[in-house]
Structures are given as C-alpha cells and as structure tokens.
C-alpha cells in the first residue's frame, strides 16, 4: 500500500536536500531537526492549500533561497570546499604552428562544411514527423550549449536549466499568441526573459557554489513547472493551440520542414556567438573564475559582473529554446520543463562534455536524438545504464574521443612535417592546470593585459 511512485520522486529529494542546504550538510542533529521541521512545514502547507498542492514546490523554493541569501550574510561559502565544476576543463588548443598549416585549415573547413551538409541532408531526407523530432534536437543543442556557458565556462553548476527555457516558453507563446509578434522579435523577447530570470536566480547565488547551487536551481525547477508558470494557476499564459508566426514578415512555417529549417539555423547561430564569446575576452574571464577565483580577483576581475554574465548568457540560449519548442508543438504544456528534465539535459551535457562546444552538441544528439531515432535495444544506449558506462570509461565525456583522435592526427601531422611541439597525448586538458594561480594561461595572458 506504500505510495512507492512518489516515495521515490523528485519531491521526496527536495526536502531532503532543502534540509542539508539548512543545515549546512555538516552537523546531523541539525540536519534531522531541519528535516523534521520541513516536514511539519510541508504537512501544513498541504493542509491549508486545498486543492493547490503543487504551492508546496514555491515554498521550497522560498525557504532554499531563504538559507542561501543567510549563508551568504555569514559568508558561509567556505562551507563548500570546491570552489567549481573543476571537471569541466577546455579541450587543449592546437599549437599555433600546426593551426596554420594548410592541411590543418581545408580540414577545419571541410568538418564545418560536412556538418552543415549532414543538418541540409536530414531537412530534405526526414519525413514530417521525424523532422519535428530532428528540430527538438536542435532546441536542446542550444540548452546544452547554455550549460556549457554556465557550468563548463563558469562552474557554477545549474539542475533547473528548462526552467530557464520554460521562461522563454511562455514569452515566446504571450508574444506570439498574444500580440502577434514576428519569429525574430518573439525569439529576441523569449531570449531576453531567459537571461533575466537567469541573473535573478543566480543573484542570491553569487557566493555559493556546488552543492548550494545545484540545490537551489533545482527547487526552481520544480516549483516552475508545478506552479509558478502552470496554467491551471496562472489562466494568463496561452492555452490551446499557438499559430506559427512568419519570420521577417515574408516565410511563413506552415510545414514541419520549415520549423526544423528555422530551428537548425538558429541551433547554428547559438553555436557561433557562443564560440565567439569563448574566445573572446569574457570567455577567458568566465574560465579563470572557473579556475581560480581568488586569482582572478586578483588580476582586477570582477566575480559578481563575471558569474550574473554568464548566467545572463546561459538564460539568454534556454529562453531561444523555449521559445522554439513552443513554436514546434504550437502549444505551452509544463511537461518539457519539468524537474527530471532539468537533470536529463545537465546529464546529457555532461556525458557529451560540458566543457566544449562540440561536447553540448554530442551530448543533445546522444541524449534526446538517441532515444527516438536508435532502433530497438539500441535506445538502451542514451539511457541511464549507457550514461554510467560512458562516464566510466570516457571522464571528460564523448567529446573526449573527439580531441584524443585530432591530438593522435596532429601528434603524426608534426612528427611528419619536423615540428617540434610538445606532446599533446595526454595532455588532455589545459584549464585548471597552472599551478601558480589556477588559472587558463588565455585568461592569464588576457587579465595581464587588462591590468
């Protein structure tokens, strides 16, 4: 007679977490008498609330965000002895001899080339169906791209990234339905609510890391699909079914080929300002503070303009995906924004690599692509049994075969050609591996330039 479905359910991890968060996940009596009295919390909230329980998900997000914003008034970010997600350090760049060689450019241009044939090649060969499946898949490229900005760049480690995405949703469906915006403006305004709902959440959280996060991104999570942007609370958000908008006032998406055109497209766009931005100077500043905060602070950088970017910008891409996943299923439906989907598409980033671009693409195809295009037993491979054995063997993620085999090809490529260049098997990784000041030596070079 055990309620065994929610015993077992994300629910019955918030308290819990929420209880540790409280207590600081060190002293046990202070953790069972926190936990005692969430539950006392709970059973009243449940009592008072009638026929609105899910406003119990509000109050765990309220009290999560309560503990941080006092354990920062007592600075009590110390009690997190990590100070980032450390494990997602940068592919090492190729030396800059070899990047010149002209062997090494026709190659660079032909995988970019055979990319963008493979997203033209799937538009025409994939039926209708398939090609809404193919097009959900690039909105969850540009989700895992977000994590990549937030987690892999910056190391601040977010569980409640749809919930990002679900702000972008309800934008996207209010400015569309509602006001009868264009695409482009919609996606602009979705992506925008995206980065400010983002730098709101990461506000509170400027000072703590790891464990603190993860929890409190995790209880927005929830109470964001259960209740803050639910429909049956909230009778504002558009019901039933969105008409799909023009874009630029000329190409109407009145097929599913034309919404996976616009979504592959801007899938693209995410890819190319996100790798702009990693080689820019913000990008080696959100690595440095990854790496070492201390020593950042010390070349001048500032940690709160530096973390609310990278939230901002990590918003900014969910918010895009929100947006076009409203515009795919041409309804608003809490379902995609869920808590549980918030820790899939973290894991799918991790197991693609969270610190690399082409990581976050590898992980959205592997993960969401996997399941509904892999035949049969197959499908068991994106599942949880195949991302245990993916992260045993491979640590840094599939991506990780990715660079072993251009580290292999440039190793040969140099010791043909007579360079003379440091080995770059093993050598896997370059963040987080000065052991002056932990800092990437772009970002070091970069901040020496500032100052």
């Known amino acids: 007679g055990l309620p065994l479905s929610a015993t077992v359910s994300i ?27 969430l539950g006392i919390l709970e059973q009243g909230v449940t009592w008072h609330s009638g026929n609105a329980p899910t406003r119990l998900y509000v109050v765990y997000a309220v009290v999560v965000f309560a503990g941080l914003l006092i354990k920062r008034t007592r600075n009590a970010a110390r009690d997190d002895g990590t100070s980032s997600w450390l494990i997602a350090d940068d592919p090492r760049r190729l030396p800059e001899v070899l990047s010149r060689l002209t062997l090494v450019r026709t190659v660079r241009v032909a995988a970019v080339a055979i990319g963008v044939g493979v997203v033209v090649f799937l538009g025409v060969w994939l039926g209708p169906a398939d090609q809404q499946k193919a097009a959900t898949v690039a909105c969850f490229v540009l989700i895992t791209l977000s994590i990549v900005v937030l987690t892999g760049w910056a190391g601040q480690v977010s569980l409640g990234q749809m919930s990002f995405a679900a702000v972008g949703a309800v934008a996207g469906a209010v400015a569309v339905a509602t ?59 558009p019901n039933g079914r969105i008409n799909r908008p023009t874009v630029l006032g000329a190409f109407r998406l009145t097929s599913e080929g ?4 616009v979504c592959a497209v801007v899938a693209i766009l995410g890819m190319l300002a996100t790798h702009g931005i990693r080689n820019s100077h913000t990008g080696r500043v959100l690595r440095a503070v990854r790496g070492n905060e201390a020593a950042a602070q010390a070349y001048g950088v500032s940690l709160l303009r530096a973390k609310l970017t990278a939230f901002a910008v990590s918003g900014f891409l969910a918010g895009l995906a929100g ?30 690599g969270v610190g690399s671009l082409t990581g976050a693409v590898i992980g959205a195809v592997f993960a969401m692509g996997g399941t509904w295009f892999l035949p049969g037993a197959w499908q068991l491979l994106p599942s949880a049994i195949g991302v245990l054995g993916v992260l045993l063997v491979l640590p840094g993620g599939l991506a990780e075969i990715v660079f072993r085999l251009r580290d ?3 190793s040969a490529l140099a010791s043909r050609k007579g360079i003379a260049i440091p080995s770059l098997r093993g050598q896997r990784f370059d963040d987080a591996d000065d052991e002056t000041a932990g800092l990437d030596p772009e970002a070091t070079s970069s901040m020496e330039h500032a100052s």
């Open 258 to 261: 034309s919404m996976y055109a």
């Open 11 to 37: 629910t019955a991890l918030i308290p819990a977490l929420t209880a540790l968060v409280l207590a600081g996940a060190e002293c046990l009596p202070a953790v069972a008498v926190t936990a005692v009295s």
């Open 179 to 237: 006001w009868h915006w264009d695409l482009v403006a919609a996606l602009g305004f979705a992506g925008v609510c995206g980065a400010a709902a983002a730098a709101l959440v990461g506000l509170p959280s400027l000072r703590l890391r790891g464990f603190y996060l993860a929890v409190a991104t995790l209880a927005l999570a929830l109470a964001t699909s259960g209740y803050l942007l639910n429909r049956s609370v909230f009778p504002w958000i």
């Open 323 to 352: 947006c076009l996943l409203t515009m795919i299923s041409q309804q608003y439906s809490e379902d995609p924004y869920t808590a549980p989907q918030s820790i899939g598409v973290f894991t799918a980033a991790v197991v693609g």
């Open 408 to 410: 292999a090809a440039a």
